[in-house]
């Protein structure tokens, strides 16, 4: 198929069959990870390749009980990596701050994503399915220990991969119009952004089932693969919040604003515990 | 080509001829930077494309006077952008509180730079090359005021792209078996590690020159378009360090470990004025 047919019809999937993936191809998508840019070619990236049973339930445990992580076959936790490089400069005898210092981080980060990214794009043309779990975030003390990560070294992404069951339809996005400016940013009315959210979500839907199945597949997807009963808590939830709208879903139940304001403390710590200081609480 | 192969011998590029990209080549890359993986779907991502010649110049001497930025027919500025969210949540009768959560910004970033990568392999398989430019979080004022940009607003990332006159050789990298770890890290011996990097860079060259070409193309590729005799000065500083490994050539001369935790200060202000506050300076 053609690069970009492929790249316009991948959608993160969460429902993988049981098939392992071949060695040869877990050999690529790590060797084209490895060759992807990265700033001063640093190389500040490790991968951890799981694939035991038992390690990825506690993979998908730690991220909040994502049955998607259980499930696949693979996951990868992409690390963003300063040990190895202050061991390198201390052996060398000079020294890497890297940990205190912001702009490697960032740099540091977009070459961790770009490996990652890279991994999703080349396993889509391989016939694999991905899903990105973000919120190995919240649980990097935990992870650090499980998957024995040394200080200066941060777990800060996971790619689940494996031969899809289902690929979701279509999801809504925001015109390309909306994302793209051309010479200087375009700031938009209130009116058009309205717009703009209301041409990529439509009204919420009295049907909530169905209103779920476009705007928060990944919760519809869990129970179908866990029977959890979540989808009967968010729908609780939207009774008693009073949800009336796409955004007040999204910033009041999903991810309310105070609420994810508070996370940073926990997370601020955990990031101080591997050695990273440039993040105020 | 197989795309595996295509990732294999991507290299970023500076040197491009002045053909122009046509526009329906640009139309897809950002269609497909547009369905990029996004946490939540939340889409926080502006592209601000530049071609017009003057602000190619002015966004070159911006980051740092890279001449390949001015050079490259078109470069895109990916912008974490909060600010349409924060809009649409307010004019919806709720908050979004992005710019202090440090989970919202971080996911935000991956997203930020999922969508660049896409773009590049995209660019790659039309022939095209490109290259990051990262420096623009040192210049975060400036590019939001010569570019409009409003607050919570962020530009993070530069791509510049075009047709490459030249691509440069291989480049040294660690071996995957460095990179990439089966079920947990596995921390390296310091011994290790030196041997891990020396296979990568090799010993320092008495041939300043040859040694650039191999670590440091940037600069030899910076002198090349402009001849600004950067060579020069860095081979002045190689010989007043006394610089006499790898380790020290990256982290005294072009990222001296303290001047790197030194620049923090006026990169958090500068993501302060932005309206960012997950950053301690």
């Not at 499930?71 to 060398?92: G, H, T, V, Y």
């Not at 790619?159 to 909306?178: D, Q, R």
């Not at 609420?259 to 609480?281: H, P, Q, T, Y």
Request: aromatic share 10%.
């Amino acid at each position: 198929m053609d690069l970009y047919d492929l790249l316009m019809k991948r959608r993160s999937v969460r429902n993988f069959d049981a098939r392992e993936i071949p060695a040869e191809i877990v050999a690529k998508l790590v060797a084209a990870a490895n060759n992807a840019p990265t700033g001063g070619n640093l190389q500040p990236l490790t991968i951890v390749v799981v694939r035991e049973v038992e390690r990825r339930a506690k993979l998908g445990e730690m991220v909040g009980g994502q049955p998607w992580v259980k499930n696949a076959p693979l996951s990868m936790i992409f690390c963003l990596d300063f040990f190895r490089l202050k061991r390198w400069a201390e052996a060398s005898g000079t020294a890497f701050r890297g940990e205190e210092a912001l702009s490697h981080f960032l740099i540091a980060y977009a070459d961790v994503m770009c490996a990652a990214q890279t991994v999703v794009i080349l396993a889509e043309n391989y016939g694999l399915g991905s899903v990105y779990i973000g919120t190995i975030l919240f649980a990097v003390d935990q992870a650090r220990e499980y998957f024995a990560i040394p200080r200066f070294v941060l777990p800060v992404m996971v790619l689940s991969l494996g031969y899809p069951k289902t690929v979701p339809k279509n999801i809504p996005k925001l015109a390309a119009e909306i994302v793209v400016h051309l010479e200087k940013y375009e700031t938009l009315s209130d009116e058009a952004i309205l717009d703009a959210f209301e041409d990529k979500y439509g009204e919420i839907d009295e049907n909530v089932e169905r209103y779920f199945e476009r705007a928060f597949v990944e919760a519809v997807e869990a129970e179908r693969q866990e029977r959890e009963e979540r989808l009967e808590a968010i729908k609780e939830g939207m009774k008693r919040l009073q949800i009336k709208n796409n955004a007040e879903f999204l910033f009041r139940l999903r991810y309310p604003a105070d609420f994810m304001v508070e996370l940073n403390a926990n997370m601020v710590d955990s990031f101080k515990n591997a050695g990273f200081e440039c993040f105020g609480s």
